[in-house]
Every structure is written in structure tokens, then in C-alpha cells.
């Protein structure tokens, strides 16, 4: 649940009070306080920190003052972070599979010759006997 509240001193110490009593959380995201709930308190301010720098990160570069359009943007770089994120992580997972079956197969082979050399000796002894 999110509930854009005005910006004074009191409401944002009485939003804070109501907050502690409604197992939520009051931030202020791009000017703008936002009452939300969650289990991890911490982890949402950290979220709407993130949220807000970004915000005005993209403010700073650009000529628009809607603070739609800002979030739209926010979003967006916010999002191709992410996916950027998702396509690296699954690089790395695929590598570390590729990595994880060549030792495998490394293994394997050692193991296999191994096992040919004591049938080698094996065979030989029995020659030999």
C-alpha cells in the first residue's frame, strides 16, 4: 500500500508515528513521502533510497521537471540495470556449468585411466602367471 502524504515537519514525525503502530514504514522518495509496508523496514528505506537517487540522477540530466515522466526514466534505467544484471548472471551461471562439466570430464578421464592401468597390470601379471 503506498499513500503519497504532504511534506511538513509534522506530518512526516506524525506519518512516522502512525508508521510504528501500522507495522510500516514512512520514506521520501524524489520530494515526495510515501507511507509502505513490508516485513524488512530496512530493506524498503534501502529500496526507496535507491528509488530516489536514481530519480534525481535523472532529473539532473534531463530538462524535465514532471516528476512522471522522471519516474518513467527512473524506471527504465532502473530496468535495464536489471536486465543487464539478469543477462550477466546468467553468463556466470552458464560458465560456471561449462567449468563444473569440464571437471567433471576431467575427472572421469583421470579415473578411466586409472582403472585401464590396473587391468593393464592385472592383464599382465596374468600373462605373466
Do not use: F
Not at 514504514?25 to 524524489?30: A, C, E, H, L, R
Not at 510515501?34 to 540530466?61: C, F, T, W
Not at 570430464?105 to 579415473?111: F, K
Request: aromatic share 4%.
Amino acid at each position: 500500500m503506498v499513500e503519497t502524504q504532504p511534506r511538513t515537519a509534522a506530518e512526516i514525525s506524525r506519518a512516522q508515528v502512525e508508521a510504528r503502530y501500522m507495522d510500516s514504514v514512512v520514506v521520501d522518495i524524489y520530494d515526495q513521502i510515501y507511507q509502505l509496508r513490508g516485513v524488512k523496514p530496512e530493506y524498503i528505506e534501502r529500496l526507496a533510497e535507491v528509488v530516489d537517487l536514481k530519480m534525481r540522477a535523472v532529473s539532473a540530466h534531463g530538462s524535465t521537471v514532471d516528476s512522471l515522466r522522471v519516474a518513467v526514466l527512473a524506471a527504465l534505467n532502473l530496468a535495464d540495470e536489471l536486465v543487464t544484471l539478469r543477462a550477466r548472471y546468467e553468463a556466470l551461471i552458464g560458465a560456471a556449468e561449462a567449468h563444473r562439466q569440464a571437471a567433471a570430464q576431467s575427472m572421469v578421464r583421470s579415473r578411466a585411466g586409472s582403472l585401464m592401468g590396473m587391468l593393464d597390470e592385472v592383464l599382465e601379471n596374468r600373462k605373466a602367471g
